[in-house]
């Protein structure tokens, strides 16, 4: 099936420290979403894109819907013990479609 | 949070034996969708329904069946489970959105299955 690559897969940042993490394909996506998951519960859903070139905020969280259509970012500013986890990207292939793909994940890790 | 939720959370079966899981939702949203999720492979659709008694296969769907009899409930049975089926279970539900079919979705808390 189609693929995202999530990158990267994990990092360590201080308590404080700006985020980057983003997903690339090799197919245009119609919607991106990105879902953050804690451990033993189901994924949160943070910011949905519709339109190429859209930019979102969520509080300190800003995702993007990259020009192409084949990517996607995510940026937490001023990083906090609580954001710790691991945050999914996930894309609609087709317009119409059930079907979200899903990326791997980037397990996020906060030093205090 | 979305009115979602998932039973039993944590079950132990073993091989051979009939599974079904349930989700449950209080949103009355049209689309429910169940995956699986496991390390290396992360969120994998299973079968997804579209309206009452309307239901449809996703990618990893052999050895898998649902049913959609209520809005409210939609159910995966495993037929007789193996142990490659040991996995954590997500229930997802969303209502259309912005023009898409499938707008945003929201996930129950999750099953752990275990198949010894």
């Known amino acids: 099936g189609q693929q995202l690559n999530q990158s990267p897969q994990s990092m360590f940042i201080q308590e404080g420290e700006d985020v980057s993490m983003n997903c690339t394909s090799s197919?245009?996506?119609?919607?991106w979403l990105w879902y953050k998951q804690d451990p033993g519960e189901g994924p949160v859903l943070l910011i949905a894109?519709?339109?190429?070139?859209e930019l979102t905020s969520n509080g300190r969280l800003t995702a993007q819907f990259g020009i192409t259509r084949k990517d996607s970012f995510l940026n937490i500013s001023a990083s906090i013990p609580s954001d710790v986890g691991i945050y999914f990207c996930?894309?609609?292939?087709?317009?119409?479609?059930?079907?979200?793909?899903f990326g791997k994940g980037t397990k996020l890790s906060v030093i205090p | 949070d979305a009115g979602i939720t998932q039973s039993p959370r944590h079950k132990v079966t073993e091989t051979g034996t009939p599974v079904t899981l349930r989700c449950h939702q209080t949103?009355?949203?049209?689309?429910m969708y169940w995956y699986r999720q496991d390390p290396g492979h992360g969120l994998r659709l299973i079968h997804y329904?579209?309206?009452?008694?309307?239901?449809d296969k996703g990618e990893v769907s052999d050895g898998y069946s649902v049913s959609r009899s209520k809005t409210e409930d939609f159910l995966l049975t495993l037929e007789s489970a193996t142990s490659s089926q040991t996995s954590v279970y997500f229930c997802?539900?969303?209502?259309?959105?912005?023009?898409?079919?499938?707008?945003?979705?929201?996930f129950g808390p999750g099953t752990r299955l275990t198949v010894t």
């Open positions: 996930a894309g609609q292939l087709r317009a119409g479609s059930y079907q979200l793909t």
């Open positions: 329904s579209y309206g009452v008694k309307d239901t």
């Open positions: 997802a539900i969303s209502e259309s959105g912005r023009g898409f079919l499938v707008g945003e979705q929201y």
């Open positions: 949103e009355n949203h049209r689309y």
């Open positions: 197919s245009i996506f119609n919607t």
């Open positions: 894109l519709y339109k190429a070139g």
